[in-house]
């Protein structure tokens, strides 16, 4: 329901529509791919009112392939082909992330100026993002009085949600 006309005027627009449709961890990659293009579209009617210099939307790798197969002509987003000067899928650790992972990156960007600074920070270690936080607090929540862990196995799973755990990872 947002109106573009609300969404105040900007240099830079970045954006990451929900994914749940279109990543692999949702029913293993069969979202509702019609689902999820609702809010692509909404964004790039965003982009399209704001007409912004730089605009870059992130998201799942899957949503490459959809991204070019939907602009193209006769596509559920061709309308939107021309606000696009790359799609690329990159792993985000190559800009120090803490993490691999993959994400799609697509918009209108200065891309040649990011592929530059690849590989220019090396991605933090899980000690090392636990040991800059400042003591007392849990780098995930925040206001824990607890020293920060990554070893908290949590409560066991009841035999019922152990069960039902098995059924959705089938």
């Not at 929540?141 to 959705?168: F, H, I, M, Q, V």
Request: net charge negative.
């Amino acid at each position: 329901a947002l109106d573009p006309s609300s969404v105040p005027s900007v240099g830079l627009l970045v954006g990451s529509p929900p994914c749940t449709q279109f990543s692999y961890s949702n029913k293993g990659g069969g979202g509702d791919i019609e689902d999820g293009l609702v809010d692509v579209r909404k964004f790039l009617e965003v982009v399209r009112f704001l007409n912004p210099p730089h605009w870059v939307m992130e998201n799942v790798p899957r949503l490459c392939g959809i991204l070019e197969n939907e602009l193209s002509p006769g596509g559920r987003l061709s309308g939107f082909a021309d606000l696009f000067s790359s799609i690329d899928e990159f792993d985000m650790s190559d800009w120090g992330v803490p993490q691999r992972r993959r994400r799609c990156i697509a918009g209108r960007y200065p891309r040649e100026s990011l592929i530059a600074l690849r590989g220019l920070v090396r991605p933090a270690t899980l000690s090392e993002v636990v040991a800059g936080c400042p003591a007392g607090l849990d780098p995930t929540w925040g206001g824990s009085t607890a020293a920060p862990s990554d070893n908290d196995p949590g409560d066991p799973l009841s035999w019922e949600e152990a069960r039902a755990n098995l059924e959705k990872k089938r």
